[in-house]
């Protein structure tokens, strides 16, 4: 039997609405804390710095120009442009210093390579080449005159224009590592050729991973429906891999000029992905990494989620996509990217390891951390703040 005694003190039930009162507050003031949507912007703030901290506290020492790394700096970029916190910047530079401005380092021609590979000599494989984006955006963010910082940039993609081949984005990952370096390095030398062929590499692209009627992208030509198929039978696409795709278009737009001969082409294929992904997602707000067959590889992912986030955000901030029809659907997943994904201590929880494919029984929980994940997170988190902005 308990025994509750109170001596000199306010009545039980004055404390019991202090108490409330108080934890409500504690709670408030945790910046993964969020009632009502759109959130406030000082929160999305507060919730950018905390997640990009901690990360870099973790990871003080630069790592190589390759693709998980330089995919957590596309993300780091875009923190700093909304939050203005230079160390994020100076973060950035310090790795594309480590890094020589460069992907892959062989300076021979003759033996650049572009189908998989981590060595020296693939320097036209796009695992190497995203590093281009950060370069490019450090060139111009600074309005430097400094052209070492994009001389390697302009050195590989324009030996790659040169030559006659047109399938060198073969995998859906390359789509976001290796499109938006084609309109950024545009934007600066104001060289159409990057255009014509980023038109190009697309079409081929799409030759051979994009499914017409599911509006979806295989991961490559090995996942083709029914060569391959779910666990349940299904159309098998990856999570993360239209998440790459979806966010390289949003960038690709970003950067398109507006009376661009193909345009609309590249902002059709965007909204037709946007309409079915809304109509995947599951109703906690994730989409599973198998997008179509959430028994294939169930419960939450946050990579693929943080990418689709970005995206819909990127469209509604920019006019492409209807408030009305995606609201909701960000509404969701920022509910999951800020309550599930994102830890009390800034780790962002829910990433699947690097792979190519929705694994059955793979185990993706709170500990499942990547950089990739994070640049994910900060994108959409980023993305968000505007949104936030632009409501407020």
């Not at 507006?258 to 997602?281: P, V």
């Not at 309550?339 to 780790?347: I, S």
Request: hydrophobic share 35%.
């Amino acid at each position: 039997m308990y025994h509750l005694i109170i001596r000199n003190s306010l009545p039980l039930v004055t404390l019991l609405l202090l108490s409330c009162n108080f934890s409500n507050k504690k709670m408030s003031e945790t910046p993964n804390d969020e009632k009502h949507f759109p959130p406030k912007a000082d929160s999305v703030l507060n919730i950018i710095n905390l997640v990009n901290d901690h990360w870099q506290n973790s990871h003080p020492e630069p790592d190589r120009a390759f693709w998980h790394p330089a995919a957590y700096h596309t993300g780091n970029i875009e923190a700093y442009k909304v939050t203005g916190n230079e160390r994020f910047l100076e973060y950035s530079k310090k790795w594309a210093e480590h890094n020589n401005w460069k992907g892959a380092t062989s300076d021979d021609r003759s033996n650049w390579k572009y189908h998989y590979g981590e060595t020296p000599e693939h320097v036209l494989f796009g695992d190497w080449q995203i590093a281009f984006q950060t370069y490019a955006d450090i060139y111009t963010l600074e309005g430097s005159e400094d052209s070492t910082k994009i001389a390697r940039a302009r050195e590989v993609m324009e030996y790659q224009m040169s030559t006659p081949q047109e399938d060198y984005w073969w995998w859906a990952d390359g789509l976001y590592m290796v499109m938006p370096v084609m309109t950024k390095l545009y934007k600066i030398t104001g060289n159409e050729h990057y255009l014509d062929k980023l038109y190009e590499y697309f079409q081929y692209a799409n030759s051979i991973m994009y499914d017409e009627q599911a509006g979806l992208y295989y991961r490559d030509a090995k996942y083709v429906f029914p060569q391959h198929k779910s666990l349940n039978g299904k159309k098998d696409f990856w999570a993360r891999g239209d998440g790459w795709v979806f966010a390289g278009l949003a960038k690709v737009l970003q950067d398109l000029p507006e009376d661009y001969e193909h345009r609309a082409f590249f902002e059709e294929r965007f909204k037709d992905m946007a309409e079915a992904l809304k109509n995947a997602q599951q109703n906690a707000g994730y989409w599973t990494r198998s997008i179509l067959d959430p028994e294939h590889a169930p419960g939450p992912e946050t990579s693929g989620t943080a990418f689709f986030t970005y995206g819909f955000l990127w469209g509604m901030n920019n006019g492409v996509l209807s408030k009305e029809t995606y609201q909701p659907v960000v509404e969701k997943s920022w509910q999951y990217l800020n309550k599930v994904a994102l830890q009390e201590n800034g780790e962002i929880g829910y990433v699947q390891p690097i792979g190519e494919k929705a694994i059955p029984g793979q185990i993706v929980d709170k500990n499942s951390t990547a950089d990739f994940g994070v640049g994910a997170y900060l994108l959409a988190a980023s993305e968000m703040y505007r949104f936030a902005q632009k409501q407020q």
